[in-house]
T-cell receptor, first 112, second 114 residues
Framework: KQEVTQIPAALSVPEGENLVLNCSFT??????LQWFRQDPGKGLTSLLL?????REQTSGRLNASLDKSSGRSTLYIAASQPGDSATYLC???????????FGAGTQVVVTP | DAGVTQSPTHLIKTRGQQVTLRCSPK?????VSWYQQALGQGPQFIFQ???????QRGNFPDRFSGHQFPNYSSELNVNALLLGDSALYLC?????????????FGEGSRLTVL
């Protein structure tokens, strides 16, 4: 059974620092991995999708890496801003239908 | 281009009642999935609909049922509500033929069961 873990559960950094968020999964037979952002009480916003054949994806200040063999993905957010404060969730799927298995998320606070 | 829309945004029910939540997928998407997110946890997969059929289902009791309409919109029904059903219910849509498996989520329906 696939299990997804995100450590730490919470993180606080001063504005301008780089953020490093970790995601690990137990079964390396994934189809893709998605990173999402969730603001309090809101839905999920897709940040990056990494296909299993890819090693990384980039969008603006965001960069996500994937190491399938070790069951790990890392989301980097450069030069953090207070607006980056949110919960970040990673999720994996084992096929193209997109049934996602989520981690519990990392709650990020960026202080001015 | 409208994204995934869900209604209602908030609702309060009492134990034993029934609830229906609605979802309109992103334009061009044909697959709808439902997730339940309890406070402080990651979303849990309930079920997925494609071509008006339930294609796969997570570990949820039969009290949870759904439907997909010809225009790809979907409903989630929960019968005999329990206190533990209080959660944020998220709808996600995707485009089956694209095959990337990328999901786009709505803002959710917050259900409180008293």
């Amino acid at each position: 059974k696939q299990e997804v873990t995100q450590i730490p559960a919470a993180l606080s950094v001063p504005e301008g620092e780089n953020l490093v968020l970790n995601c690990s999964f137990t079964d390396s037979a994934i189809y893709n991995l998605q990173w999402f952002r969730q603001d309090p009480g809101k839905g999920l916003t897709s940040l990056l999708l990494i296909q299993s054949s890819q090693r990384e994806q980039t969008s603006g200040r965001l960069n996500a890496s994937l190491d399938k063999s070790s069951g790990r993905s890392t989301l980097y957010i450069a030069a953090s801003q207070p607006g980056d404060s949110a919960t970040y969730l990673c999720a994996v799927t084992t096929d193209s239908w997109g049934k996602l298995q989520f981690g519990a998320g990392t709650q990020v606070v960026v202080t001015p | 281009d409208a994204g995934v829309t869900q209604s209602p945004t908030h609702l309060i029910k009492t134990r034993g009642q029934q609830v229906t939540l609605r979802c309109s997928p992103k334009s061009g998407h044909d697959t709808v999935s439902w997730y339940q997110q309890a406070l402080g946890q990651g979303p849990q997969f309930i079920f997925q609909y494609y071509e008006e059929e339930e294609r796969q289902r997570g570990n949820f009791p039969d009290r949870f049922s759904g439907h997909q309409f010809p225009n790809y919109s979907s409903e989630l029904n929960v019968n005999a509500l329990l206190l533990g059903d209080s959660a944020l219910y998220l709808c996600a849509s995707s485009w089956r033929d694209r095959g990337t498996g990328e999901l786009f989520f709505g803002e959710g329906s917050r259900l409180t069961v008293l």
